[in-house]
């Protein structure tokens, strides 16, 4: 067992975790990461990259090989009744039972939690009214659509007024209204409610518009972390993106481009740093020689998704 100390000033921590599956499986390798009180935490990769590992750890579902994990100052392995109290946890999978209510999901949950009936009543009241979902609080919910689903799966890890909140991939299938949505409402839990949120996403977007800070997973490490404007911030110059036919033909061709660096190819799309717009020009006709079609040329100033490539070699959706 670690004899790791909690970090004073965090309200999440995870040292060092280690975590292998059956198979020789590692999930996790060494990942280190921690939210002060009040912020939102965003973990970034694709799948596969142990963001929900890191999770379940944190959430006591899941023991790690080695390392120290704390919620709220508890030992998520020395004591996991006390870290469930503190938590509410919004998995990938719905967690409310089809065949009930809304509303007899949410009193359920609270019940469990400890509230009395009549608090429970009150809580799924308030609830249902805050997240939209009043008018259809007394139907079942295999009746709900996936964003109402969504929302009632976050109401329902909101029941006991925990102060960490798990969100793992909330709003994988979502459109853009109801993503939208769901933004506005985790960005109200922690700056309103000073709610600690960890977020596991692989969009790019959700993290930059969400997250206090973003720390990019992949191979089961933190392979960098900071706020978003330091992220993006931290890659010199403007972003060229291009789609070719030939990218090997392009990359041999690139690369006596001068002011053209950290040149990355990902199928048909290439990605480079450029120094200044007069790099454009150059690059073309470097293309045109080598015989090499751009069907798409995008020049930008960086962004999460560069910083992902940068770090990682390659797309997150790829």
């Known amino acids: 067992m670690s004899t790791a100390m909690a970090p004073p000033d965090?309200?999440?921590?995870?040292?060092?975790?280690?975590?292998?599956?059956?198979?020789?499986?590692?999930a996790l390798d060494g990942l280190s990461v921690s939210a002060a009180p009040g912020t939102i935490v965003a973990l970034l990769g694709r799948n596969g990259a142990g963001k929900s590992t890191t999770v379940k750890i944190l959430a006591t579902l899941a023991r790690p090989d080695s390392g120290a994990a704390f919620v709220a100052g508890v030992d998520v392995v020395r004591d996991p009744d006390a870290v469930r109290r503190a938590i509410g946890l919004v998995s990938q999978k719905a967690s409310s039972d089809p065949m009930a209510t809304?509303?007899?999901?949410?009193?359920?949950?609270?019940?469990?939690?400890?509230l009395s009936?009549?608090?429970?009543?009150?809580?799924?009241?308030?609830?249902?009214?805050?997240?939209?979902?009043?008018?259809?609080?007394?139907?079942?919910?295999?009746?709900?659509?996936?964003?109402?689903?969504?929302?009632?799966?976050v109401a329902i890890g909101l029941v006991h007024r925990p102060r960490v909140l798990f969100?793992?991939?909330?709003?994988?299938?979502?459109?853009?209204?109801?993503?939208?949505?769901?933004?506005?409402?985790?960005?109200?839990?922690?700056?309103?409610?000073?709610?600690?949120?960890?977020?596991?996403?692989?969009?790019?977007?959700?993290?930059?518009?969400?997250?206090?800070?973003?720390a990019i997973v992949d191979a089961g490490r933190i392979v960098v972390e900071g706020t978003p404007d330091e992220l993006k911030s931290s890659l010199r110059g403007d972003t060229v993106a291009l789609d070719v036919e030939a990218p090997s033909r392009a990359l041999a061709a690139l690369e006596r481009v001068p002011?053209?660096?950290?040149?990355?190819?990902?199928?048909?799309?290439?990605?480079?740093?450029?120094?200044?717009?007069?790099?454009?020009?150059?690059?073309?006709?470097?293309?045109?020689?080598?015989?090499?079609a751009a069907l798409s040329i995008t020049v930008a100033?960086?962004?999460?998704?560069?910083?992902?490539?940068?770090?990682?070699g390659r797309e997150i959706a790829a």
Not at 13 to 26: C, F, I, P, S
Not at 303 to 312: E, G, I, Q, R
Request: no cysteine.
């Open 102 to 114: 809304g509303r007899e999901n949410l009193e359920l949950a609270a019940r469990i939690q400890g």
């Open 10 to 26: 965090a309200a999440l921590a995870a040292v060092d975790l280690v975590k292998t599956y059956r198979g020789g499986v590692r």
């Open 259 to 292: 002011g053209l660096r950290d040149t990355v190819a990902d199928g048909r799309r290439i990605r480079a740093r450029i120094d200044g717009e007069r790099t454009v020009p150059s690059l073309l006709t470097a293309l045109d020689r080598a015989g090499v």
């Open 117 to 153: 009936r009549r608090d429970a009543r009150a809580r799924a009241g308030d609830l249902l009214d805050r997240f939209d979902l009043a008018d259809a609080g007394d139907r079942r919910a295999s009746t709900y659509s996936g964003g109402m689903g969504r929302r009632l799966d």
């Open 167 to 214: 969100l793992d991939e909330p709003t994988t299938g979502l459109d853009p209204q109801v993503r939208a949505a769901m933004w506005a409402e985790i960005a109200r839990l922690a700056t309103d409610e000073q709610v600690t949120v960890l977020l596991t996403t692989h969009y790019l977007d959700e993290a930059d518009r969400l997250a206090d800070r973003v």
């Open 301 to 312: 100033r960086p962004s999460l998704d560069d910083v992902y490539l940068a770090h990682v």
